[in-house]
């Protein structure tokens, strides 16, 4: 099946710094990759939507100077908490469909941010 | 936009009960998925299904589109099945793939 993988699946940081996540689909090219964020005992919310070639668009109310979004390859995504603060400490989850937009959406494994 | 509903939010049964979570939608939907959150946060395709049914060992899916509402059937429910039970479903003539999710289902099973 469709395998997705993210990098890395745990991090702590310091307030101020910044954290990059990648995201890579292991087994399909995805031209459009998706960000949510889980805070705990809640449902996933999206964040962004990643688009090879072109700039990732952002939901209502996502700082997208606070959320850096790069699709560097059909492989690959990454995200950039810029200035993390405690506020940001959270369950990252990208996701990508495997064949079009329409189709089924394979979820990478998380990413868990403590910010100090 | 669209609410997704799921019910009921927390289920506590007993090893080898039946179960049946709901998924309402309040738009249609181009599909919609079913998935298992385990303990560690990874997210399980159950099923994807936009209509109809489908049967998977001790789970089975049917969405009826056209009333806007999705079920979820776990039978003979194990230990493991316990954690988080999300809906999602896609939306948008755009066709952009985003997912809306549910707000969940926890799911309990006691030996």
């Known amino acids: 099946g469709a395998v997705v993988s993210q990098h890395p699946s745990w991090v702590i940081c310091k307030s101020g710094t910044s954290v990059k996540i990648e995201c890579r689909s292991l087994?399909?090219?995805?031209?459009?990759m998706f960000w949510y964020r889980q805070f705990p005992k809640q449902s996933l919310m999206l964040m962004a939507t990643?688009?090879?070639?072109?700039?990732?668009?952002?939901e209502q109310g996502v700082e997208k100077d606070k959320f850096l979004i790069n699709h560097a390859s059909l492989t690959l995504s990454t995200l950039t908490v810029t200035s993390a603060h405690p506020e940001d400490s959270s369950f990252y989850i990208c996701?990508?469909?495997?064949?079009?937009?329409?189709?089924?959406?394979?979820f990478g494994p998380g990413t868990r941010l403590t910010v100090l | 936009g669209i609410q997704v509903e799921q019910s009921p939010p927390d289920l506590i049964l007993q090893e080898g009960a039946n179960s049946t979570l709901r998924c309402n939608f309040s738009?249609?939907?181009?599909?919609l998925q079913w998935f298992h959150q385990n303990p560690w946060g990874q997210l399980i395709n159950l099923f994807y299904?936009?209509?109809g049914t489908k049967q998977n060992g001790r789970l089975s899916a049917t969405t009826v589109a056209t009333e806007r509402y999705s079920l979820l059937y776990i039978s003979s429910s194990q230990t493991t099945d316990s954690g988080v039970y999300f809906c999602?479903?896609?939306?948008?003539?755009?066709?952009?793939?985003?997912?809306?999710f549910g707000q969940g289902t926890t799911l309990q099973v006691k030996p």
């Open positions: 299904i936009p209509s």
């Open positions: 990643s688009n090879e070639g072109s700039k990732a668009t952002y």
């Open positions: 999602a479903v896609a939306v948008g003539s755009s066709n952009t793939g985003k997912l809306i």
């Open positions: 738009d249609s939907v181009n599909n």
């Open positions: 996701s990508a469909p495997r064949a079009s937009g329409r189709g089924r959406q394979f």
């Open positions: 087994d399909f090219q995805a031209t459009t």
